[in-house]
């Protein structure tokens, strides 16, 4: 029994039971799952249309990458950092707080539910590889056999990134008496393969929207060397993108994520409005008392996500990226200070004495994902959330461009990112500039623990935070290196026999 408990969870729980395939999606996201009693058998002779209904099951767990769910892979990690913060238990030894400041343990939900769930995705992509990869130099398939290797690539660069060795499984291993870690380097070198062997394969525009193009490889690649700190290869890849992706800049900042499949965005997870198909990040940002102060009408009120205290204190008052939101008009992006009822009082505190948002919550509300009111059961937006745009890109370039020596080329691509969010251009430039500039660009976007990783900043910034909102109280896990990993789950170690734990946990 033990051994059939081991291969299934690491197969991700495995998608075919009984030769049944379980479920899949359609195109792009935009309609139910579609659900079948085909064996795998049958798929595999179907050809190209049971090629398709693999490939089309993985788009039921890429929504896992946005915020489809309340507790995500794009979040969970980032409220490791000093940009985001869970209101759900804010004290270091409380649920949100264990994930705000570094205090994770290994039978913590978050990890492993981000562990479980990415396996599913990897699980679904070797699916498709073990049955369909020999014919990835057929025309009819080698896009959709691209695709997954694409969708198995992604998930294993986020899984060593916050977990550093892992399993690596490709379909054909033994599991019956487990798997060992396979180190972050090697992990690292199979993803860059993988996407180097695919970026010529994939079309320059999607077949359905959501899915990846070549130019979605490119820039993947791009921030890959970023990380990896290869300067020269992430410039080529990022001017690359630039110049001949056809991507643009959109004029306004909040347009990014208020228009679906707008010129900036390289690659999208498109939601719809129905329930665990959409994002909910406005739902699960909004607190009771000022939705109704607010008068947002059909959006629940989960009281959790928000911005850092320490993380808004940073910006310039007059940065568009946090616009102060407007209750009359419904637009704008960040919900600070004291916020008054119809009445005239204070939503916190009393009139003698009113309470701003960031004390009373612990955080600052945004809406950098606009509000749409009147939702699916008041928590589905269709709001997109884009894992690879042109803003970015030009962060990149701008960044590698500055460690080759090329402080003005860097500046070029610094300043109209600059001069959307309203503020002036720089004319002189430090790698402290740059990475405030991507953290006040992207945040909320999944890029700041891989930015602050690469800054070698990750617990001097979360100290910060921790600083800020307990100043009389020493940050417990200062200059602990082991922190910079999140803890293998406990259960995946009960399961596999041969998986070890991350040192200080």
Known sequence: MKNKFIKTYWLGLILFSGGNLLNSCSDSMLEENVYTGTSQN???????????ILVDGIYKYVQYFSYSRG????????AGTDEFTLNWGFAITEWGGMQNFLNLNSGHYQPMEMYRETYKLIAQSNQVLISFGSKENDPAYSAMVAEA????????????????????????ENLSSGIERTSAVTIRSFVESEMKNIENTLPSTPSNYGRPTKWAVKAFLARFYLNNKDWTKA?????DVIDNSGSSLQARYQDVFKIDANSEIILAVNQINQSDKGNKYVALSLESELRNALNIQGVSASNGYGMSNYFYSTFASDDQRIAPFDKNTKQGIAIAGVQYKADGTPVYGTPAAPETVQKHLNRVITFKFPLQENIAKGEDSDADFPLMRLGEIYLTYAEAQFQMGNTA??????????TRAGLLPLTVLTLDDILNERGWETYHEGYRREDLLRFGKLLEKVELKYTYDFPASPYPHSGNINRELFPIPADAISLNPKLTQNPGY
Not at 42 to 52: D, F, H, R, S, V
Not at 71 to 78: G, K, M, R, S
Not at 156 to 170: E, R, S
């Open 71 to 78: 507790n995500n892979w794009q979040l969970a990690p980032e």
């Open 235 to 239: 410039s080529q890849y990022a001017k």
């Open 42 to 52: 049958n798929l595999i002779a179907q050809g190209e249309t049971g090629c398709k």
């Open 149 to 172: 290797r694409f969708w198995r690539a992604y998930a294993y660069y986020k899984l060593q990134n916050v977990f550093g060795a892992v399993p690596l499984i490709t379909g054909g």
């Open 409 to 418: 080329a860097a500046l070029q691509y610094i300043n109209p990112i600059r």
